[in-house]
């Protein structure tokens, strides 16, 4: 009796180990540096001017096909060359960090695992606080030997607008929109309808950081499962916003709780603008 307590205390704190692990904290990265590909999502212009030391460059902007239509992932030709370009392949430690608002770094987090990488991280603080606490940091653009990288892409963690209609009908997935509530309820709209997916709940992005005047940090894992506690996870998740944004950082939140999730690319963007499919506006009732 006492070895299978042990060895249920073991299994327990393995997935709490496996649950925390994909999330780097500033000052482990900074002591082991060498052993990952840093990629630094902001625009060029910014990561010239500095960035982590042995960074590359990987503007979010090249995780969109055409982020002004909506925000479908790049298609697999186009990503291929750009991870080729890049030296990175799916087996590689990878981190990713952003301004310090982990949308856009969630978003490349997605996109990774989308294209079949494997140990993707992501760093628990923006660019600006890694300077701050006088973290290494460089000015030089580096030129990594290209890979071979062959994409494939990992359906599990993609949502299409097909998919996504199955999930409305579905007792087994559940559908999150991770929009602020005026985008919910219908009193605003990135697209030509106001509201939202049939069946969705409302857990806004915001939900899953805290932040204090100009540093955000990503919430605990305890902290994240008491705002996810009524999803089951017996059930498949989709996720969407906007563009596939803000929802990423839902995606991120929902992987280290454990959960079967998939986000929704093109997102309201596309759904709002179909006039082929159902929505809810709460806001046309009153």
Same mark, same amino acid.
């Given at each position: 009796?006492?070895? /299978?307590?042990?060895?249920?205390?073991?299994?327990?704190?393995?997935?709490?180990?496996? @649950?925390?692990? $994909?999330? *780097?904290?500033?000052?482990?990265?900074?002591? #082991?540096?060498?052993?990952?590909?840093?990629?630094?999502?902001? #625009?060029?212009?910014?990561?010239?001017?500095?960035?982590?030391?042995?960074? $590359?460059?990987?503007?979010?902007?090249?995780?969109?096909?055409?982020?002004?239509?909506?925000?479908? *992932?790049?298609?697999?030709?186009?990503?291929?060359?750009?991870?080729?370009?890049?030296?990175?392949?799916?087996?590689?430690?990878?981190?990713?960090? #952003?301004?310090?608002?982990?949308?856009?770094?969630?978003?490349?987090?997605?996109?990774?695992?989308?294209? =079949?990488?494997?140990?993707?991280?992501?760093?628990?603080?923006?660019?600006?606080?890694?300077?701050?606490?006088?973290?290494?940091?460089?000015?030089?653009?580096?030129?990594?030997?290209?890979?071979?990288? /062959? @994409?494939? /892409?990992?359906?599990? &963690?993609? @949502?299409?607008?097909?998919?996504?209609?199955?999930?409305?009908?579905?007792?087994?997935?559940?559908?999150?929109?991770?929009? !602020?509530?005026?985008?919910?309820?219908?009193?605003?709209?990135?697209?030509?309808?106001? =509201?939202?997916?049939?069946?969705?709940?409302?857990?806004?992005?915001?939900?899953?950081?805290? !932040?204090?005047?100009?540093?955000?940090? $990503?919430?605990?894992?305890?902290?994240?499962?008491?705002?996810?506690?009524?999803?089951?996870? #017996?059930?498949? *998740?989709?996720?969407?916003?906007?563009? !596939? &944004?803000?929802?990423?950082?839902?995606?991120?939140?929902? &992987?280290?709780?454990?959960?079967?999730?998939?986000?929704?690319?093109?997102?309201?963007?596309?759904? !709002?603008?179909?006039?082929?499919?159902?929505? *809810?506006?709460?806001?046309?009732?009153?």
């Amino acid at each position: 009796m006492k070895k /299978i307590s042990i060895l249920i205390i073991f299994i327990l704190s393995t997935l709490t180990l496996s @649950a925390t692990n $994909l999330r *780097i904290e500033p000052n482990e990265l900074s002591k #082991d540096i060498t052993s990952y590909k840093i990629l630094d999502v902001r #625009d060029s212009e910014a990561f010239q001017e500095g960035h982590i030391k042995n960074a $590359l460059n990987f503007p979010i902007s090249l995780t969109y096909e055409h982020k002004s239509v909506n925000g479908k *992932i790049t298609q697999p030709a186009k990503m291929q060359s750009i991870l080729r370009d890049l030296g990175l392949n799916v087996h590689d430690k990878v981190v990713v960090y #952003d301004d310090g608002t982990f949308f856009d770094a969630a978003r490349l987090f997605w996109t990774l695992e989308v294209y =079949g990488f494997t140990n993707v991280k992501l760093l628990n603080a923006g660019f600006q606080e890694w300077e701050v606490d006088n973290l290494p940091v460089s000015t030089t653009t580096l030129t990594p030997e290209k890979s071979d990288y /062959i @994409a494939t /892409i990992n359906n599990k &963690r993609l @949502a299409t607008k097909f998919i996504t209609q199955i999930a409305t009908k579905s007792p087994t997935q559940v559908i999150i929109d991770a929009r !602020g509530i005026n985008a919910y309820v219908g009193k605003v709209s990135s697209a030509k309808r106001y =509201g939202h997916i049939p069946k969705a709940i409302n857990i806004p992005a915001t939900h899953n950081i805290n !932040g204090s005047n100009t540093v955000l940090k $990503l919430k605990t894992t305890n902290e994240l499962q008491e705002t996810y506690k009524e999803i089951s996870k #017996d059930k498949k *998740i989709v996720l969407y916003c906007a563009v !596939g &944004r803000i929802s990423a950082t839902n995606y991120f939140a929902m &992987r280290e709780l454990g959960y079967d999730v998939a986000n929704y690319d093109a997102s309201w963007k596309e759904w !709002g603008n179909d006039f082929n499919l159902p929505i *809810i506006n709460p806001s046309s009732k009153k």
